[in-house]
Structures are given as structure tokens and as C-alpha cells.
């Protein structure tokens, strides 16, 4: 296993549309073994494959990591696709490992249903709400080229950017557990 180099915002590996992966094998498994370990390594509760520059449809999750919160389990999946999501939303913060510093709020659907491939190519679907169906939503987001950032209203999106764009002193490591995606 090996921690890779993330890709920030505005890199422009963030904005394609990730290919399907055809084949679950070796090379996939260590894809998903590394950036789970990219994903702890930056203190993240979630990671896509484009975030590390590859070009493929692959997520992890582990979006509590709290033992006094009730720890969930890291998930990784393959091609993962929404199947369902509730008509009732919630708002809450969200940041992302590619915009380190960068929070806002996001409303989303309050729960999901997810099918994918595991790490044996065999079909999961994982049904779940709250903060997992909110990190779930995000990362296949970033498979198809969209950043937590598109849904604010413009004003807000460019005083943020502007922000993080102008701070140089912004560093790769985050300090605290940041709760990025
Ligand atoms: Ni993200």
C-alpha cells in the first residue's frame, strides 16, 4: 500500500468524467488499497480515484471514524451508481481533500441507495443516510466531474475560491481532522 499525491482544485484531472472500470483485478484492488490509505493518511472520510489522478470509477468511504460516534466501515467500490435517493434532503458542511480549507454547506438527499462492485467483483448494494449517504453522493460526484462546490450560489462559491486561491500558506497537511471528502 502506498499514499498517493492528491490533485488539487483547479486541476483539470477533476473535471472529467471517469471511465468504468471492466474488470476487477490486481491492479484495481491495489488502486483501492492505496487510496483508502491516502484517504486516513489526509484524515478524509472519503476519496475518488480522480482525486489521485486516475481516470476510473472507483470510490472509498469511511465516513465515521469515531469510536464514540459508532464507527461505520471502510467501503470500497467499484463503478458504484445511485439507485435511489430520498426525496427529503438535509443541509450540512461538507469539504473536500482537492479544495483542503474549503467548507460550505450542501444540501443533499438524507438517504441513498448505492450498487457497485467490492474488491472481489462481486455486485454489493448498501443502502444508508446521514453523513455516509452525504459522503456516498460526493464522491460519485467526482466521477463525473463535479465538485461540492458547483452547488453553492455563485456569490459564496467565488469568495471562497478567491480565498483559497490567494492563500499560499495553504498546505497539503490539515491540522485537524477536517471531515473532507
Ligand atoms: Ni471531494
Do not use: W
Not at 14 to 24: D, E, I
Not at 46 to 74: C, F, K, M, T, Y
Not at 101 to 110: E, N, P, T
Amino acid at each position: 500500500m502506498a499514499v498517493r499525491a492528491l490533485v488539487y482544485y483547479p486541476d483539470d484531472r477533476l473535471r472529467k468524467v471517469g471511465r468504468k472500470v471492466q474488470r476487477v483485478d490486481d491492479e484495481v484492488r491495489r488502486l483501492l488499497s492505496d487510496m483508502a490509505e491516502t484517504m486516513y493518511a489526509f484524515r478524509g472520510i472519503g476519496l475518488a480515484a480522480p482525486q489521485v489522478g486516475v481516470n476510473r470509477r472507483v470510490i472509498v468511504v469511511h465516513a465515521v471514524q469515531d469510536e464514540e460516534r459508532g464507527s461505520s466501515s471502510l467501503i470500497g467500490m467499484v463503478n458504484p451508481e445511485i439507485i435511489e435517493k430520498s426525496p427529503e434532503q438535509e443541509m450540512a458542511e461538507e469539504g473536500c481533500m482537492s479544495i483542503p480549507g474549503v467548507h460550505a454547506d450542501v444540501l443533499r438527499s438524507q438517504r441513498v441507495v448505492v450498487e457497485g462492485l467490492d474488491a472481489d467483483g462481486n455486485r454489493v448494494r448498501i443502502e444508508t443516510d446521514g453523513l455516509e449517504a452525504r459522503v456516498f453522493l460526493h464522491e460519485i460526484d467526482h466521477l463525473n466531474g463535479v465538485l461540492f462546490i458547483d452547488y453553492l450560489d455563485s456569490l459564496t462559491r467565488d469568495v471562497l475560491l478567491k480565498k483559497y486561491l490567494e492563500d499560499t500558506s495553504r498546505q497539503v497537511e490539515s491540522k485537524a481532522p477536517d471531515q473532507e471528502a
